[in-house]
Structures are given as structure tokens and as C-alpha cells.
């Protein structure tokens, strides 16, 4: 069965940073792409970024809200992706989901889903 | 950026009944559409992907269609675990993005 499991939400000023990981289990991680996806309290949702798998080279795509602040990685040996967050701003309040992409390129459907962490930014 | 916008943003319906929601972009995505269900408090489920294709395990009375700008989300025959949020989102086109959603309540 696929699972995708995220930790690391907490309470945390402005400006401070933030680790997010995605354990998944129950299927060959490095053969997919994974997305990194968040929803603020009573909103909709909104997708933050993107990894390719490295038979794609690897490589990420950002929404332009959290370009240059937020950073995603993938450990392939740990079945992990990571979402490295930066100067954290009280507009980044979100429970934050990660999401498997059917294929390791890009312009792929999402399939399964995490239960998500929520991160809230409050001084 | 690609707009999603769908329709309605909410309804109410009654278990049985046969519900339509729509979907329109604001330039041609092809097939590249999925729809999400989402419940109170739960994590998305994916229904649907390139716009007809239903995820393993989705019951047969979910439907989509469409093409090009306009796309179409169907429940055959509301049931009552169908009462939730649902969202299209485009993915022929980075940031992929997602609609507003529609709340389907019970009458």
C-alpha cells in the first residue's frame, strides 16, 4: 500500500526556518516525481513545488510565492522528500501536503496523497 | 498563470441525486485535468486525471469530460459519503494550479 507520511509542522516566528519531510513507503520512490502542496485554514489549495525523479534529472520547479525562500530535496536511499523552509512568513500559516506524481517527469497528475503538517507562523 | 475557475462554488443536493460541477481554464490545457475530493479536516483524494480517467479504487458513479477549456465533474447518484469539497486543477502548464473548489452539501 502506498503511503506518504509528512512530519516536522510547528509553531514558528517570522523569519525563522523550517524542515518538512515526506516518508513514504510501498513503492520504488525513485521511479516518481514528488510535489510538495499546502492549503491555508479555510482556503483552497495551492501547490508549492515540484521534484523531478533522477531518471529526469532531478530537477525542481517553484511556485513564485516561495521561490528563493523555500527549497525542495529528495533522498532516494531514506525514500524521503524534504521541503527546507526560509524566512517564514505569518502567509506561509498552511498545513502543508506532499503528493506523488503518476510519473518522474513533469506535467504529471498527482495520485496519492499525505495526511499533511500543519505550520503555522506567529510571533 | 492558468485561471481555473469553477461552478458552482457550493450546492446542495439530496443523496440520490445527480450532481454536475464544471470547470473552465483560461487557455487550452488539452486533457491535462485531475479532480480532488476533500473532506473536513482530510487530506485531498485524487478522483479523476487527464479529465476522464478515474484513479484506482473511485467508485463508477464519478465521471469526468472535457477537453481543451471546459471540463465537466459527474456523481451519479449522490451518496451520502460524497458530501465534501471538490477541486479541478491543471497540470499542461507550470505553477499547475487548482479552482476554488465547490462545496457540495446535503439538502
Known amino acids: 500500500e502506498v503511503q506518504l507520511v509528512e512530519s516536522g509542522g510547528d509553531l514558528i516566528k517570522p523569519g525563522r526556518s523550517l524542515r518538512l519531510s515526506c516518508s513514504t513507503y510501498?513503492?520504488?520512490?525513485?521511479?516518481?516525481?514528488m510535489n510538495w502542496l499546502r492549503q491555508a485554514p479555510g482556503k483552497g489549495l495551492e501547490w508549492v513545488g515540484f521534484i523531478r525523479s533522477q531518471e529526469y534529472g532531478g530537477t525542481i520547479e517553484y511556485a513564485a510565492s516561495v521561490k528563493g525562500r523555500f527549497t525542495i530535496s529528495r533522498d532516494d536511499s531514506e525514500n524521503t522528500a524534504y521541503l527546507q523552509m526560509n524566512s517564514l512568513k505569518t502567509e506561509d500559516t498552511a498545513t502543508y501536503y506532499c503528493a506523488r506524481s503518476k510519473s518522474g517527469g513533469g506535467f504529471s497528475p498527482l495520485d496519492n496523497w499525505g495526511q499533511g503538517t500543519l505550520v503555522t507562523v506567529s510571533s | 498563470d492558468i485561471q481555473m475557475t469553477q461552478s458552482p462554488s457550493s450546492l446542495s443536493a439530496s443523496v440520490g441525486d445527480r450532481v454536475t460541477i464544471t470547470c473552465r481554464a483560461s487557455?487550452?490545457?488539452?486533457?491535462?485535468l485531475s479532480w480532488f475530493q476533500q473532506k473536513p479536516g482530510k487530506a485531498p483524494k485524487s478522483l479523476i486525471y487527464a479529465a476522464s480517467i478515474m484513479h484506482s479504487g473511485v467508485p463508477s458513479r464519478f465521471s469526468g469530460s472535457g477537453s481543451g477549456t471546459d471540463f465537466t465533474l459527474t456523481i451519479f447518484s449522490l451518496q451520502p459519503e460524497d458530501f465534501a469539497t471538490y477541486y479541478c486543477?491543471?497540470?499542461?502548464?507550470?505553477?499547475?494550479?487548482f479552482g476554488q473548489g465547490t462545496k457540495v452539501e446535503i439538502k
Open positions: 487557455q487550452d490545457i488539452r486533457n491535462s
Open positions: 510501498g513503492f520504488t520512490f525513485g521511479d516518481y516525481g
Open positions: 486543477q491543471q497540470y499542461n502548464n507550470y505553477p499547475p494550479t
